[in-house]
């Protein structure tokens, strides 16, 4: 399995606050990204990045925003969360070409009261 | 992006085999077909994956059609560890645009 962890894993945080997620990879993979996923909606992609500094958004970036300043991480923030924003999320890592794999992350557990 | 169809859900029993389907009419030719399943409280893991020739690994087959659109994740016998969501996505190399979006996938019950 590909070394790709996730911080915090759960984590519980008020409306207003802003919020960072972790996902450092091991592999040295290329591409990186973020979903989210919520019942009933399978899995969102939020952004992803392809490169150190290079990202681009997915199908639901508002109100998140990302950087990746290093091969091995990236980040997700929520500037002001809202609780809308209460999700499971995920991070992935994939070197980069069609045959290759995707790698998930265990997932963060994320609570806006 | 191209774009998968699965069914939302389907049933099978244990030591059965089971066929999950995948539509993806507007395929290209580089285009690779890639199956993963998502366990409760779990992250998503690789399943199979193939191009244009069926497929075949220690958790499954994959049988792509002659014309690339549509496949088939074959479980041979399927187990109670087999119940999961089941994605079926389409990957494409290639500069920025390696988006890798999922769909809802189908979720597989399987009865003892």
């Known amino acids: 399995d590909a070394g790709i962890t996730q911080s915090p894993r759960h984590k519980v945080t008020e409306t207003g606050t802003p919020v960072t997620l972790r996902c450092h990879q091991t592999e040295n993979h290329r591409y990186m990204y973020w979903y989210r996923q919520d019942p009933g909606h399978g899995l969102r992609l939020i952004h992803y990045s392809y490169g150190v500094k290079d990202t681009d958004k997915g199908e639901v970036s508002d109100g998140y925003s990302v950087s990746r300043s290093k091969t091995e991480d990236f980040l997700l923030t929520l500037e002001s969360a809202t609780s809308s924003q209460t999700s499971v999320y995920f991070c992935a890592s994939n070197p980069g070409y069609s045959g290759n794999t995707i790698y998930f992350g265990e997932g963060s557990w994320l609570t806006v009261v | 992006d191209a774009k998968t169809t699965q069914p939302n859900s389907m049933e099978s029993n244990e030591e059965e085999p089971v066929h999950l389907p995948c539509n993806h009419s507007?395929?290209?030719?580089?285009?690779?077909i890639h199956w993963y399943r998502q366990l409760p409280s779990q992250g998503p893991e690789y399943v199979i994956h193939g191009l244009t020739s069926n497929v075949n690994n220690r958790m499954a087959s994959l049988a792509i059609a002659e014309d690339r659109k549509s496949s088939t994740l074959i479980l041979h016998r399927a187990t109670l560890r087999d119940a999961a969501v089941y994605y079926c996505i389409l990957s494409r190399s290639g500069g920025s645009n390696y988006k890798l979006t999922f769909g809802k996938g189908t979720l597989l019950t399987v009865n003892p």
């Open positions: 507007t395929i290209s030719g580089t285009d690779y």
